[in-house]
């Protein structure tokens, strides 16, 4: 199985779809929307992704990036689709998020996600994230678990 990534238009309609399709699987774990803030926009994500599995051409999952500050991006909108879950690609479009928030000058990523959602963490702490205090709009917010990860490379050891 080959995933290919690429960007799309907010308002790509299939985008628009899997984001549907997140929020309402959100909606159900939590018994109601619990999102903190500001929801994401065209006007405020930077950048949005799509994976799409190459031989089927299906889109399988989507992930965008909000910038925090001139440093920081947080990842908003992270999905792939339920049947498509298990085969890394939640793992290979958050390396591409990384990728296009470096390219845009990121040197730390965050992101919320909840208690319900254990999936997610454990793929957040295999992908080199850790947990944080709880920011911005998502302070005193008790089903809420912020992390975050620096996206500094570091330099190649020195021969010895």
Do not use: N
């Not at 994401?40 to 965008?64: I, K, R």
Request: proline share 6%; aromatic share 8%.
């Amino acid at each position: 199985m080959r995933i290919e990534i690429s960007e799309a238009p907010w308002e790509d309609p299939v985008g628009v779809r899997l984001r549907r399709d997140q929020e309402r699987e959100t909606v159900e774990r939590y018994g109601g929307d619990l999102e903190q803030g500001e929801k994401p926009s065209a006007a405020t994500t930077a950048v949005f992704l799509l994976a799409t599995e190459a031989a089927s051409g299906e889109v399988v999952g989507c992930g965008g990036l909000r910038r925090l500050d001139g440093d920081t991006f947080e990842l908003k909108r992270m999905y792939v689709v339920p049947a498509w879950r298990g085969h890394r690609i939640g793992q290979t479009l958050l390396h591409a998020l990384e990728e296009a928030g470096r390219d845009r000058g990121a040197v730390r990523m965050r992101l919320e996600t909840g208690w319900e959602q254990p999936e997610a963490m454990r793929l957040y702490e295999r992908c080199g994230y850790h947990r944080i205090p709880l920011y911005g709009p998502y302070v005193g917010c008790a089903a809420s678990v912020c992390f975050e990860r620096s996206l500094r490379r570091e330099p190649a050891p020195a021969d010895a």
